[in-house]
Antibody, heavy 121, light 107 residues
C-alpha cells in the first residue's frame, strides 16, 4: 500500500522560501504525477502543481512565478519550493499522487497527512 | 482556468437521508470529474473518479453521475461517518481546479 510522508518547516517569516518534501513508500514512482495542494485556514483546496518521474511539470498560473517542484528519483521523493512567501501563503500543504487511467483521466488517490505552514513576522 | 461551482455550499441532513450535491463546470469537461471527501483535520479522500467510477474501498451508497458541464454526487442513505465536506475537482485541463466545497452537517 502506497504511503506519502511529508515534512518541512512550519513557521516562516515574510519573504522567506517555503520548502517541503514528500517521500513515497511502498509503490512505484514512475507512471504517476506527484502533486502539491494547499488549503488556507477555513477555506477550500487549491492545486499548486505537479511533476512526473521524468521531471515534467505543470504549475498553477496564479503561483507559477514563485513555485518550483522537483523530483529525486534516487530517494523516491519530490519537493515543493515557494519563494517570497506572505501571510496569504499560510495554509495546510498536502502532497498527493496523481493517477492516470484510460483517456488521460486523472485523479489524486493517495494523499499525505498535510503540513501546516504559517507565515508570520 | 475552468471554474467549478458546487451547490449547495452547505446542507443539513439526517441519518438515512438521500443527499445530492451538484458541481457545475464553466465549460464542458467530458467526465474528467472527481469527488473527494474531507473530514476536519484530515487529508481529502478520493470517492469517485471519471464522474461515476467508485474508488476501491468506498461504500456503494456513494455514486456519481453527469456529463458535459453538470455533475452530481449522491449519498443514498447518509451515515454518521459521512458528515464531512465534499469537493469536486476537474482534471480536463491544468490548473486542476476544485469546487468551493459542500459541508454536510447533522440536522
Amino acid at each position: 500500500q502506497v504511503k506519502l510522508q511529508q515534512w518541512g518547516a512550519g513557521l516562516l517569516k515574510p519573504s522567506e522560501t517555503l520548502s517541503l518534501t514528500c517521500a513515497v513508500y511502498g509503490g512505484s514512482f514512475s507512471g504517476y504525477y506527484w502533486s502539491w495542494i494547499r488549503q488556507p485556514p477555513g477555506k477550500g483546496l487549491e492545486w499548486i502543481g505537479e511533476i512526473n518521474h521524468s521531471g515534467n511539470t505543470n504549475y498553477n498560473p496564479s503561483l507559477k512565478s514563485r513555485v518550483t517542484i522537483s523530483v529525486d528519483t534516487s530517494k523516491i521523493q519530490f519537493s515543493l519550493k515557494l519563494s517570497s512567501v506572505t501571510a496569504a501563503d499560510t495554509a495546510v500543504y498536502y502532497c498527493a499522487r496523481g493517477s492516470v487511467r484510460g483517456r488521460n483521466y486523472y485523479y489524486m488517490d493517495v494523499w499525505g497527512k498535510g503540513t501546516t505552514v504559517t507565515v508570520s513576522s | 482556468d475552468i471554474q467549478m461551482t458546487q451547490s449547495p455550499s452547505s446542507l443539513s441532513a439526517s441519518v438515512g437521508d438521500r443527499v445530492t450535491i451538484t458541481c457545475r463546470a464553466s465549460q464542458s469537461i467530458s467526465s474528467y470529474l472527481n469527488w473527494y471527501q474531507q473530514k476536519p483535520g484530515k487529508a481529502p479522500k478520493l470517492l469517485i473518479y471519471v464522474a461515476s467510477s467508485l474508488q476501491s474501498g468506498v461504500p456503494s451508497r456513494f455514486s456519481g453521475s453527469g456529463s458535459g458541464t453538470d455533475y452530481t454526487l449522491t449519498i443514498s442513505s447518509l451515515q454518521p461517518e459521512d458528515f464531512a465536506t465534499y469537493y469536486c475537482q476537474q482534471s480536463y485541463s491544468t490548473p486542476r481546479t476544485f469546487g468551493q466545497g459542500t459541508k454536510v452537517e447533522i440536522k
